[in-house]
C-alpha cells in the first residue's frame, strides 16, 4: 500500500505492507534510527514518537494508519544544531545514561508537558509510567522533566 | 588521603561536568546495533525449544527452505563441522569442576526453553521470522529439573553423562574448627534461609550483532551489542576458529547492560560462523521475549545463613551454605559468580570465624551469569536481613547491632577471616549520616503513633550497611580463583602535532559516561581542557589491548591505567622541555600546560610547543624517540572496597498487602569522586534495580520449566510511578591501593537496596509478628502474609 507522511517536516511517499508497524516504517523505511525499539508488548515506550503532536508508542500502529499525518520523531526536535529545551534540560540534568530510552522519554515528555505545562514531581512519574528506564532510576529524568517544565513555561503558554 | 597530583590551577577532578556523550543520544544520532545499515546482510533468526528438557528426534527444515526471502535453514547437526570448540566458560572454578559442552545449536537435547535448535537466513527481517514456523521439530519431552534442591539430590539429570548435576562444590574455609568453637559457645544463634530469586536482567536494547566477512582479505568485521569486545575478539577467535589477527569487533552504542552483555552468546558466535560459511553479511537483532530466555539471568540462590554471636550481639562466627542455579549450560563466568560474594557474607562486620560453601548445580532453565552486583548482592542481603533478626533476638535496635559489630576505622588494612584484604574504610559515619538524614528517632515515633492508633498502613523502616569489593581486579588473585584472564586494564595517551590529546582506553562503556570521567583525568592532570581530550574505545582495531567493562572496574583499573599513561607522556614531554630550555629536568615545575623554571619567570616552554617538537623530530634530546605517546598496562596490587549505609522507609498497607516505598536514603563512600553527578547517577540506577528485587522482579519458572513472564507485561521492570526521588549523601574515604584514590560505583545501589527494602517491609510487619518475607515482596505475599499471621494480639479482619 501506498501512504504519504509527513514526517519532521518532510514529505514522504513509500510502499508498506499493510502489517508493518508505524515503528518499522520509520526506522526500516524512512532510515530514522533514534526511535528506538526495546519491547514487543508496547511496554516500555522506547518507540514513543508524536503523531500529529501526540505522542504514540510507533509499535501500536499500522504505518497505514498513519497515512496523511504528520510525525515528529527525534530527529526532528533540534533545530539549527540547538537542542531543544527537552533535551537540553535531559542534559543539564544527566536524564540519560546509555540512552536507548532517551528518544521515547523526550517524546513523551513532549507530549506530556504540553497537556501538563507545570507538573508536579507527582504528575511527571504518573504521565511517564509508559516508558521505561532501566539506568537513571528515573530520579534525574524526573528532574529533566520538571527542568524543562520550568524552561518552557514561556513558550508553552 | 591519596592525593591525586594534578597540572591545573583549577581542579577538573571533582566537577559536576555535562557529559559530551550527551548530544549524540539526545539527538538520535547515536548507533546501536541494530541502526546499523550493512549493505547485503542476511538476516538470522533461531528456532528455540519450547520445551525445558528434551531429546530432538529429528529437525525438518525443508518446508521452511521454501519460503519466500529464505536463503538457508540449518540444524545443529548441519553445522556440527563448523565449531573450533564449544562456547567458552572462562571460569572454571575447581579443579573438578563439570562442564558439559555446549554449543550455539542443540544437537541431541535441548536443556531449557529457549535453547536455539534451528537457524533460518533470509534476505529480511520478516521472511526470517516467518520461516521459523515452518520448521519441524519432533521432540521426545523429558521430566525437567527446575528447583534447586531437587536438582542437588541429582533425581533427574540435566546432564546424564557428568552423572550428577551438582557442576562443583566450592568452598571458603580457612578454620572450621574456629567456626565449630564459636557456635558452641555463642550466646545467641540466627540461622535462616533467605532466597535470591532469578532475575532477568533487561537492559533496555535487546542484544544484536553484525558479521561483517572480507572474503577476499579473508577478514571479520563484528559489531555486537556486549560490553567485552576485546574478550569476546578473543573467545570468537578460539570458538569459531578465525585467526585473532584477523577479526576486529567493535561495540558501537551499547544500551545499557548490568552484566548481561558481558558474556559469548550463541548468535555472536553463529553470526561469524555463518558469515564465513556463506561469504555475507549476517545480522540479527533480538526480540524482547527471545531476550527474557536466550540472555543470561542473573540471582538464582538458595541460602542458608549462621550467626554465632555473644551475649551483647558481636558476632563471633559466620557460617555459610548456598546452592547456586547454573541453569542448563556454564555460560562465560556462571560458576564464578556466587565467588564474588563468597567472601563477604560477614558484610562489614569484623567476624573472627568465617566458613562458606557453594554447591553450583546445573537446572533445565536459562543459564545464569553475571547481573549487576554478581555474588554480593546475595552476600549482602544474607548478611544484612541476619543483622535485623540478630538485632531481635539480642533485644536491640537494628541500628544498635550494626554499630557493635563494625570493623573499627583504626584497623584497615583489614584483613578479613576469608582471606581478603579490605583497603580502607571509616563505617559508623555512613550509618550515622544516614540515620540522622532519614529522621530515625521521628520515625520510630511516628511508626509507634500509627500502631498505636490502629492505622492499617504500617511504616517501616529498614536498614543496610554494606561493603562490596570491586575494581577486579588483581591479576594473581583472579589466577588463584582460578579465572582464565588478568584483571590488568590499557591506556595509551598521545598528545597530537597540534596538542590535542587522544586516550585509548580499553574500557568499553555502555552508559556510563566513560569518554567524559576519563578526559576528566587527563585535562585534570595536564592542566588543559576536557574539550581538547578525545577518548576512544570499544574498537579492537582502535584499542588493541583491555579487558572491558563490568565489576565496578573501570576507574579504579581502567582510570588508574590513563592516570599513569599521562604522568608518563608527561614526563617524555618535560625530557624535552628541559633541552629546549637548557635547563636540568628537576629544575622544571609544570602547571596548566607549560613548563616552566622555578625563579625565572620568563623561561617558559608551553605542552603545545613540546608536542610539536616531538612530531617534527628536527632537535630532540639525546636518545629520545619521536612523538608524545605512552601505553600503560595496570595491573590493581588489590580489590577496592566501597562501603555505606542506605535506609528505606516504605508503607505496607494491610489491606491490600501494597508497599509503598516512601523514602530512600544512601550514603555511600566510592572513595574518591571524578564527576560527582555520574557517581549520583550510577548509585540512582543501582538503588532502583534494587528495589526492583525486593518489591518486583522474579524470572517465575513452572514445575516443567516453562518461564512465565518472557515479556514486560509479565515482568514487572518498574516504572518512574514506582519510586520516590532519592536522598543521597556520600563521605569520601580514598582507596591507598590505586593512584587516583578511587573505589568504583557501578554496582553499589544494587548490592545495598534490597536489604534496605525488605528488612522495612519486615519492620512493619512486625507488628503481625512477621519476621521474614522472601523478595519479590509483592502484595499477594505480604497480603497472605498477614492473613496466616497469627498476629502480636492484633486483629486482622
Known amino acids: ?157 | 588521603m591519596t592525593v591525586v597530583e594534578t597540572g591545573s590551577s583549577e581542579r577538573v577532578i571533582g566537577k559536576h561536568l555535562l557529559r559530551r556523550e550527551d548530544p549524540a543520544l539526545l539527538t538520535g544520532e547515536a548507533k546501536y546495533v541494530d541502526d546499523i545499515w550493512e549493505q547485503g546482510a542476511l538476516y538470522m533468526a533461531l528456532l528455540r525449544s519450547p520445551l525445558a528438557h528434551a531429546k530432538i528426534v529429528s529437525v525438518d527444515v525443508s518446508e521452511a527452505k521454501k519460503m519466500p526471502g529464505v536463503i538457508d535453514v540449518m540444524s545443529g547437526r548441519d553445522l556440527q563441522g563448523e565449531w573450533a570448540a564449544p562456547m567458552p566458560c572462562a571460569w572454571p572454578v575447581t579443579q573438578d569442576m563439570k562442564n558439559p559442552p555446549h554449543y550455539p545449536l542443540a544437537t541431541d537435547i535441548v536443556h531449557y526453553v529457549g535453547d536455539a535448535v534451528a537457524v533460518v537466513l533470509a534476505s529480511n527481517k520478516v521472511s526470517a521470522v516467518d520461516a521459523l514456523a515452518a520448521i519441524d521439530v519432533n521432540y521426545e519431552a523429558l521430566p525437567a529439573v527446575v528447583d534447586l534442591e531437587d536438582a542437588a539430590s541429582d533425581r533427574i539429570l540435566v546432564h546424564p553423562s557428568l552423572g550428577t548435576n551438582k557442576s562443583f562444590v566450592w568452598k571458603v574455609e580457612p578454620d572450621n574448627d574456629k567456626v565449630h568453637e564459636a557456635f558452641a559457645s555463642a550466646a545467641h544463634v540466627v540461622k535462616n534461609r533467605y532466597v535470591q530469586q532469578r532475575l532477568i536482567p533487561s537492559a533496555l536494547e535487546p542484544r544484536g550483532v553484525i558479521a561483517i566477512p572480507h572474503p577476499y582479505g579473508g577478514e571479520y568485521t563484528l559489531f555486537s551489542s556486549t560490553q567485552i569486545p576485546h574478550i569476546l575478539k578473543i573467545m570468537l577467535s578460539m570458538t569459531v576458529g578465525i585467526s585473532e589477527a584477523k577479526l576486529r569487533v567493535i561495540a558501537p552504542a551499547v544500551g545499557g547492560a548490568f552484566g548481561s552483555k558481558l558474556n559469548v552468546y550463541a548468535e555472536e558466535v553463529l553470526a561469524l560462523t555463518l558469515a564465513r560459511k556463506l561469504g555475507q553479511p549476517i545480522r540479527w537483532t533480538e526480540e524482547r521475549s527471545e531476550n527474557s530466555l536466550a540472555t543470561i539471568h542473573g540471582r538464582g540462590q538458595l541460602q542458608d545463613i549462621e550467626l554465632a554471636a555473644d551475649e551483647q550481639g558481636k558476632i563471633t562466627a559466620v557460617r555459610v551454605n548456598i546452592i547456586a542455579d547454573m541453569g542448563g549450560y556454564l555460560q562465560l563466568l556462571t560458576p564464578g559468580v556466587p565467588l564474588l560474594g563468597g567472601f563477604l557474607y560477614h558484610g562489614l562486620y569484623d567476624v573472627p570465624a568465617y566458613s562458606f560453601s557453594c554447591t553450583g548445580v546445573f537446572t533445565n532453565k536459562t543459564p545464569t551469569d553475571a547481573y549487576r552486583g554478581a555474588g554480593r548482592p546475595e552476600a549482602t542481603y544474607a548478611i544484612e536481613r541476619s543483622m535485623d533478626a540478630l538485632a531481635k533476638k539480642v533485644g536491640v535496635d537494628p541500628a544498635e547491632i550494626r554499630r557493635r559489630n563494625f570493623i573499627a576505622p583504626e584497623k584497615f588494612p583489614y584483613s578479613s577471616a576469608p582471606g581478603l584484604i579490605f583497603d580502607s574504610g571509616n563505617y559508623l559515619p555512613t550509618l550515622e549520616m544516614a540515620l540522622e538524614k532519614v529522621g530515625y528517632e521521628e520515625l520510630r515515633k511516628e511508626q509507634e503513633r500509627r500502631r498505636s492508633g490502629n492505622s492499617r498502613k504500617h511504616l517501616g523502616v529498614g536498614i543496610s550497611s554494606y561493603v562490596e569489593m570491586c575494581g577486579l581486579a588483581p591479576s594473581k588473585v583472579l589466577g588463584s580463583l582460578r579465572y582464565s584472564a588478568g584483571g590488568w586494564e590499557s591506556a595509551t595517551v598521545r598528545i597530537l602535532p597540534t596538542s590535542k590529546v587522544q586516550v585509548v582506553t580499553g574500557t568499553s562503556p555502555h552508559g556510563q559516561g566513560h569518554e567524559t570521567s576519563w578526559s576528566m583525568i587527563v585535562a585534570d592532570r595536564l592542566g588543559i581542557s576536557p574539550d581538547d581530550i578525545e577518548v576512544l574505545h570499544s574498537d579492537t582495531a582502535i584499542a588493541p589491548y583491555g579487558l572491558d567493562t563490568y565489576g565496578s572496574r573501570s576507574l579504579a583499573v581502567g582510570g588508574s591505567a590513563i592516570y599513569l599513561a599521562t604522568e608518563r607522556v608527561l614526563d617524555k614531554a618535560k625530557l624535552i622541555a628541559a633541552h629546549r630550555l637548557e635547563v636540568s629536568v628537576e629544575d622544571l615545575q609544570y602547571k596548566d600546560g607549560s613548563f616552566s623554571v622555578a625563579g625565572s619567570p620568563g623561561k617558559a616552554f608551553a605542552l603545545s610547543s613540546v608536542a610539536f617538537e616531538a612530531f617534527t623530530a628536527h632537535d630532540l634530546p639525546e636518545g629520545i624517540e619521536p612523538n608524545l605517546e605512552a601505553t600503560v598496562s595496570w595491573d590493581p596490587p588489590n580489590f577496592t572496597f566501597p562501603f555505606g549505609t542506605h535506609v528505606a522507609v516504605v508503607e505496607v498497607d494491610e489491606e491490600t498487602g501494597a508497599t509503598e516505598l516512601l523514602r530512600y536514603v544512601s550514603v555511600d563512600d566510592v572513595g574518591n569522586q571524578i564527576n560527582p553527578m555520574i557517581v549520583e547517577g550510577q548509585i540512582e540506577g543501582g538503588i532502583a534495580q534494587g528495589v526492583a528485587q525486593a518489591l518486583y522482579e522474579e524470572a517465575i519458572y513452572d514445575e516443567f520449566g516453562n518461564l512465565l513472564d518472557t515479556t514486560f507485561l509479565e515482568y514487572l521492570l518498574p516504572s518512574a510511578a514506582e519510586f520516590p526521588s532519592f536522598e543521597l549523601a556520600s563521605t569520601v574515604t580514598p582507596s591507598p591501593t590505586n593512584p587516583l584514590g578511587v573505589k568504583g560505583v557501578g554496582e553499589a545501589g544494587c548490592i545495598a537496596s534490597p536489604p534496605a527494602v525488605i528488612n522495612a517491609v519486615v519492620d512493619a510487619l512486625s507488628v503481625f509478628g512477621i519476621d521474614h518475607i522472601d523478595m519479590p515482596a509483592s502484595p499477594q505475599k505480604v497480603w497472605t502474609a498477614i492473613m496466616s499471621s497469627q498476629g502480636s494480639g492484633r486483629k486482622v479482619e
Open chain 1, 1 to 157: 500500500m501506498q501512504i504519504t507522511t509527513v514526517v519532521n517536516g518532510k514529505s514522504f511517499t513509500k510502499d508498506v505492507e499493510p502489517r508493518t508497524l508505524l515503528v518499522h516504517y520509520v526506522r526500516d523505511v524512512l532510515g530514522l534510527t533514534g526511535t528506538n525499539v526495546g519491547c514487543d508488548t508496547s511496554s516500555c515506550g522506547a518507540c514513543t514518537i508524536l503523531l500529529n503532536g501526540e505522542s504514540v508508542k510507533s509499535c501500536t500502529v499500522l504505518a497505514v494508519q498513519a497515512d496523511g499525518m504528520e510525525l515528529t520523531t527525534i530527529e526532528g526536535m533540534a533545530s539549527d544544531s540547538a537542542l531543544h529545551p527537552i533535551q537540553k534540560a535531559f542534559h543539564e540534568n544527566h536524564g540519560l545514561q546509555c540512552g536507548y530510552c532517551t528518544p521515547g522519554m523526550i517524546m513523551a515528555t513532549a507530549s506530556f508537558l504540553k497537556e501538563n505545562p507545570m507538573p508536579t514531581e507527582a504528575e511527571v512519574r504518573e504521565g511517564l509510567e509508559g516508558n521505561l528506564c532501566r539506568c537513571t532510576g528515573y530520579h534525574n529524568i524526573v528532574k529533566s522533566v520538571l527542568a524543562a517544565a520550568e524552561a518552557m513555561e514561556g513558550a508553552v503558554k
